[in-house]
C-alpha cells in the first residue's frame, strides 16, 4: 500500500540555518504531495503542495519540489526563524475508490533556538 | 471567517461511557474526514464521508462510529468498545475532486481517560 517515510526526528537548528526535511514516499499512480505544519495544542495547516513531477510548491519561505525518479519530496528552507519551531507533516493524497485518501508519515518536530 | 470548528477541545471518559466528538466546518466542504493522532505518530483514518447521509470506514474503525446528517456536521462517536481511545482526534474537510484538493483541519479535540 501507499506509504510516506520521513526523516526521524527532533531536529533542532539554530535561527537563520539552512533546514532541510527529507520525505520520500511509496505509491502506485500519481499521488499529489503536501506538506502541513502543527503548531503546539492545534491542528494540521497546509503549507504547501505539489500535484505533479516537477511541480515546485512554496509558501513562507519554505519549497519542496516532487520528484518522481527519486519519490522524493524534501521540505527546505533558507533562513529558518523560531517561529518556524512546530511538527511538520508530509503526506500523499490519493483517489481509492472514488474518495481522496492522505497517507502522513510520522512527523518531524522541528526546535529552532535564538 | 470559514473554517472547521470541534468541541471540546479537552474531553475526560470514564470507563464504559460513550462520548461524541463534534465537528462543524462552514466551508461548504462536501468530504469530511476524521483522525486519531498519537504521540509521536502520524495520522491515521478512523472514518470519512464524501456525502451527506453516506460514510466510510477507514484504517482503525473498530470501536468508533459516526453519523453524518448534515453537510455542516460530522460527529464521531467514541464507545466503549475502543479499548485505548486516549488521543487526540483531528477533523478535516475538503471540496470534492482529484487528489490535489488539500484537506483543512479543525484544532482538534484531546481525549483522556479517568
Known amino acids: 500500500g501507499d506509504s510516506v517515510t520521513q526523516m526521524e526526528g527532533p531536529v533542532t537548528l539554530s535561527e537563520e540555518a539552512f533546514l532541510t526535511i527529507n520525505c520520500t514516499y511509496t505509491?502506485?499512480?500519481?499521488?499529489?504531495l503536501f506538506w502541513y505544519v502543527q503548531y503546539p495544542g492545534e491542528g494540521l495547516q497546509l503549507l504547501l503542495k505539489?500535484?505533479?513531477?516537477?511541480d515546485k510548491g512554496s509558501n513562507k519561505g519554505f519549497e519542496a519540489t516532487y520528484r518522481k525518479e527519486t519519490t522524493s519530496f524534501h521540505l527546505e528552507k533558507g533562513s529558518v526563524q523560531v517561529s518556524d519551531s512546530a511538527v511538520y507533516f508530509c503526506?500523499?493524497?490519493?483517489?481509492?475508490?472514488?474518495?481522496?485518501?492522505?497517507?502522513f508519515g510520522q512527523g518531524t518536530r522541528l526546535t529552532i533556538n535564538p | 471567517d470559514g473554517g472547521i470548528t470541534q468541541s471540546p477541545k479537552y474531553l475526560f471518559r470514564k470507563e464504559g461511557q460513550n462520548v461524541t466528538l463534534s465537528c462543524e466546518q462552514n466551508l461548504n466542504h462536501d468530504a469530511m474526514y476524521w483522525y486519531r493522532q498519537d504521540p509521536g505518530q502520524g495520522l491515521r483514518l478512523i472514518y470519512y464521508s464524501q456525502i451527506v447521509n453516506d460514510f466510510q470506514k477507514g484504517d482503525i474503525a473498530e470501536g468508533y462510529s459516526v453519523s453524518r446528517e448534515k453537510k455542516e456536521s460530522f460527529p464521531l462517536t467514541v464507545t466503549s468498545a475502543q479499548k485505548n481511545p486516549t488521543a487526540f482526534y483531528l477533523c478535516?474537510?475538503?471540496?470534492?475532486?482529484?487528489?490535489?484538493?488539500?484537506?483543512?483541519f479543525g484544532d482538534g479535540t484531546r481525549l483522556s481517560i479517568l
Open positions: 505539489a500535484t505533479k513531477a516537477d
Open positions: 478535516a474537510s475538503s471540496m470534492k475532486g482529484g487528489s490535489n484538493q488539500p484537506q483543512h
Open positions: 503526506a500523499l493524497g490519493h483517489i481509492i475508490q472514488g474518495a481522496q485518501k492522505l497517507v
Open positions: 505509491a502506485t499512480g500519481y499521488p499529489s
